[in-house]
């Protein structure tokens, strides 16, 4: 079956500016989670949507935010991009049967974002 | 805070010989440690998890120990291969039940 997918792959803002970022999870898959990496900080954990709410949250500004689609898709948004907000964003999808992160994640190729 | 640390963040080994890969963790109620690998230009993807409830788990030529007294768990990966070489993540389970992650183990495998 298809694989986690993101969209785009790239992306080059300046600061100030806004962004919207995609991931079409496993079919089948509920939970899907957003990570920030940046070298040599491993993942850093955003936020989890299990059918369509939030069910955690990382320690990142308000000005990240998400949603989850009663498809399972979610979307991610940065407002008013700062140059640390450089990073790969990883979506990751599971079953999430146990409500806990024991499901195996299954991540997407990540998106680079820039910010200029 | 609950952390994992992670090391070496660079290990560069021949060939065929062995790589080890230690983490530590600060969380005592951490009951679940996955391991990830990240190729260049993919998301990670799990080789191997354990529970807490067992100190060793082998799968082929990987392999995890546990020590939770000492609160650290190891991947071994013997006989390496050329296509071995990527970044490796350790995770463990923290308190709000999400992945707390280390640093990342770049592995060179040298011809």
């Known amino acids: 079956k298809a694989g986690v997918t993101q969209t785009p792959r790239y992306l080059i803002k300046t600061r100030g500016q806004q962004v919207t970022l995609s991931c079409s999870p496993i079919?089948?898959?509920?939970?899907v989670s957003w990570y920030q990496q940046t070298p040599g900080q491993g993942l850093q954990f955003l936020f989890e949507y299990f059918s369509e709410t939030q069910r955690n949250k990382g320690n990142f500004p308000g000005r990240f935010s998400g949603r989850q689609f009663s498809n399972s898709r979610s979307e991610m948004n940065v407002s008013t991009l700062e140059l640390g907000d450089s990073a790969l964003y990883l979506c990751a999808s599971s079953l999430s049967l146990t409500g806990d992160s024991t499901d195996t994640q299954y991540f997407g190729p990540g998106t680079r974002l820039t910010v200029l | 805070g609950e952390n994992v640390e992670q090391h070496p963040s660079t290990l560069s080994v021949q060939e065929g010989d062995s790589a080890v890969i230690k983490c530590t963790y600060s969380d005592s109620a951490s009951n679940y440690f996955p391991w990830y690998k990240q190729e260049l230009g993919k998301g990670p993807q799990l080789i191997i998890d354990i529970r807490s409830n067992v100190g060793e788990k082998k799968d082929q030529r990987i392999a995890v120990t546990l020590n939770k007294t000492a609160k650290h768990f190891s991947l071994h990966i013997t006989e390496t291969q050329p296509e071995d070489s990527a970044v490796y993540f350790c995770a463990g389970l923290g308190s709000n039940y999400q992945l707390i992650w280390g640093a990342g183990t770049k592995l060179i495998i040298k011809p």
């Open positions: 079919s089948g898959h509920r939970s």
